[in-house]
């Protein structure tokens, strides 16, 4: 069995801004960095056969800690950046309903063949993440993996290995600094074993 625990980076100021960021180098907020190290802590008795991130800083930063801690080097796949949100990127709902009106509830609406004005289409995105996800499982054996990346992609991945249309992605809730796992079993079944864990972020 291989379990992949997929970690959404920590909290940044365009998170708390409600500013859409996708392929945008956006660095982790005073929350974001403290969200991190709650994670390095939570992953510190876990055993790890590797970590892997976006090449964003958010995610990099948030992924750091748990790569060192485990004596392991921070594998950076560049197919798990964000989602590219194109023209909409730096700005808000309320901006983008300005300048596209109608189209935030095309997204949530019409999710599989949704495109972003110069950016991505999440069928786009949902492939590119799942490819990576699943050269981890063809490597085989009994390996635990820590998969650090972004709301969206794990959204297009957790639909993707539970074999879920990709319009249901906003039926799941990953907050930043969650934690969630996939088991991938050997006879091919893939179980979603934990959805938006936070307990690790408590006082």
């Given at each position: 069995?291989?379990?992949?625990y ?24 005073e929350?974001?960095i403290l969200?991190a190290?709650?994670i ?25 800690g ?5 004596d392991?080097?921070l ?35 019409q ?5 972003f ?36 992609v ?16 906003w ?9 969630s ?16 864990g ?6």
């Amino acid at each position: 069995m291989i379990t992949i625990y997929l970690i959404r980076h920590g909290e940044t100021l365009w998170n708390k801004k409600g500013r859409y960021q996708g392929i945008a180098d956006v660095e982790l907020s005073e929350k974001g960095i403290l969200q991190a190290d709650k994670i390095e802590d939570y992953f510190r008795d876990i055993k790890l056969d590797a970590v892997i991130s976006s090449p964003l800083k958010r995610a990099v930063r948030t992924g750091k800690g748990v790569a060192v801690s485990h004596d392991l080097p921070l594998i950076i796949e560049e197919n798990l950046h964000e989602l590219d949100f194109g023209e909409w990127e730096g700005k808000n709902s309320k901006e983008i309903e300005k300048c596209w009106p109608g189209s935030m509830e095309k997204m949530f609406t019409q999710t599989e063949t949704f495109k972003f004005p110069n950016g991505e289409s999440f069928e786009e995105c949902r492939k590119r993440a799942a490819a990576c996800i699943k050269k981890l499982i063809s490597s085989g054996g009994n390996k635990t993996y820590a998969v650090v990346c972004h709301g969206v992609v794990l959204r297009m991945i957790i639909c993707s290995f539970i074999d879920i249309p990709i319009a249901r992605a906003w039926n799941l809730s990953l907050d930043n600094a969650s934690i969630s796992v996939i088991k991938c079993f050997n006879n091919g079944l893939n179980v979603l074993d934990s959805l938006n864990g936070v307990s690790h972020l408590k006082e």
